[in-house]
Nanobody, 123 residues
Framework: QVQLVESGGGLVQAGGSLRLSCAASGRTFSNYAMGWFRQAPGKVREFVAAIRLSGISTYYADSVKGRFTISRDNARNTMYLQMNSLKPEDTAVYSC????????????????WGQGTQVTVSS
């Protein structure tokens, strides 16, 4: 089992920045690929970013490319999502996930999920 706890969400004005953290405990963190997904009210959950075991390969949704940066610190069992130039359309509950998904962008491939943290961007 892997337990995931997100933090760092909050209310920010458009153009601002936030850094989300995902702290893992339980099984070896470095054994898993990690991802961030988000879900806005009335919308389906969507892929945001993911990072491979080594932390070298990263993947981003087109909507956040160039604004968000995913990283991981395997020694600290923590993953991060630095979010810059935030837009109102980034408002959602952001959840982190861990697993060995066949497709890094597909939520169903992740086994472990956090509870989520709310990000609200005001215009």
């Amino acid at each position: 089992q892997v337990q995931l706890v997100e933090s760092g969400g909050g209310l920010v004005q458009a153009g601002g920045s936030l850094r989300l953290s995902c702290a893992a405990s339980g099984r070896t963190f470095s054994n898993y690929a990690m991802g961030w997904f988000r879900q806005a009210p009335g919308k389906v959950r969507e892929f945001v970013a993911a990072i491979r075991l080594s932390g070298i390969s990263t993947y981003y949704a087109d909507s956040v490319k160039g604004r968000f940066t995913i990283s991981r610190d395997n020694a600290r069992n923590t993953m991060y999502l630095q979010m810059n130039s935030l837009k109102p359309e980034d408002t959602a509950v952001y959840s982190c996930a861990a697993g060995l998904p066949p497709s890094i962008e597909t939520a169903s491939g992740y086994v472990y999920w956090g509870q989520g943290t709310q990000v609200t961007v005001s215009s």
